[in-house]
């Protein structure tokens, strides 16, 4: 399914994995396309002694990404290729410590501090160029935080959901049943809104001190830029905005 010279970047990139991955696959045979999901994930499987797969009958067209045996938390419903064969990498190179979208360290002790449990599902149509920013910063949520759990779901192979939910535009982000996000969107928004929805530990703030060399109020094109200059020089900055931009 994947041509020869994928196969050899994919070798590249899988080259410094240190965990084993395994896709853990259910599958229905009244899928026409379970063939098709089976070849994509054995095609990416090939390109590494650390990547495997499991296949059991079950409803539906889905997988659940294993590291060393245990859930990640990530689970894709249909099959990622498209735009989304992205996010199937990310999700893998994250996992391990070496994707490039790992956010900075006071974002990932947010994540971490969310208020559990969280299930996340996001509506994608592999034409979407927006989808995969989504989907990729909620797997990265799913791998900092064990609570949460994010599930992609091609909508063209699940129709029945998407009318019942009345789904308009993709992606769409419910959280536990409840829509949350449509559009485009980045991590530190979606955070935001996940973070009014749950809340954070208590804890996770006590005795929490913050230093920095320059604080700048507003995130408009001054502030963006005065924080850029600031940062080129080698100051340690914070930015205190409702947006950037």
């Not at 920013?133 to 909620?138: F, G, K």
């Amino acid at each position: 399914m994947l041509e020869e010279t994928l196969k050899e970047q994919l070798r590249n990139i899988f080259a410094g994995l240190e965990a084993k991955y395994t896709f853990d696959i259910t599958v229905s045979s009244l899928y026409e396309n379970r063939k098709e999901l089976l070849e994509l994930l054995q095609d990416v499987a090939d390109c590494s002694d650390h990547i495997g797969l499991q296949i059991k009958e079950g409803e539906g067209l889905a997988f659940v990404l294993l590291k060393n045996g245990e859930d990640t938390g990530i689970r894709f419903r249909g099959i990622p290729n498209g735009h989304e064969f992205t996010s199937l990498l990310m999700a893998i190179l994250n996992s391990d410590g070496k994707g490039k979208n790992i956010p900075d360290k006071g974002i990932c002790e947010r994540i971490a501090a969310l208020n559990g449990p969280i299930h996340l599902t996001t509506y994608v149509s592999l034409t979407c160029t927006n989808c995969p920013d989504v989907v990729q910063a909620l797997n990265v949520m799913a791998i900092l935080n064990p609570a949460i759990r994010h599930e992609m779901v091609d909508g063209a192979l699940y129709q029945t959901e998407v009318e019942e939910r009345k789904i308009q535009g993709v992606p769409s982000v419910f959280a536990d049943g409840q829509l949350i996000h449509v559009g485009r969107g980045e991590l530190g928004e979606l955070l935001e809104k996940l973070e009014k929805k749950y809340g954070r530990r208590a804890e996770a703030e006590a005795g929490k001190m913050w230093n920095y060399d320059v604080v700048v109020v507003g995130g408009g094109p001054a502030g963006a830029s005065a924080a850029i200059y600031s940062a080129r020089k080698g100051l340690k900055v914070a930015v205190v905005a409702e947006r950037i931009g």
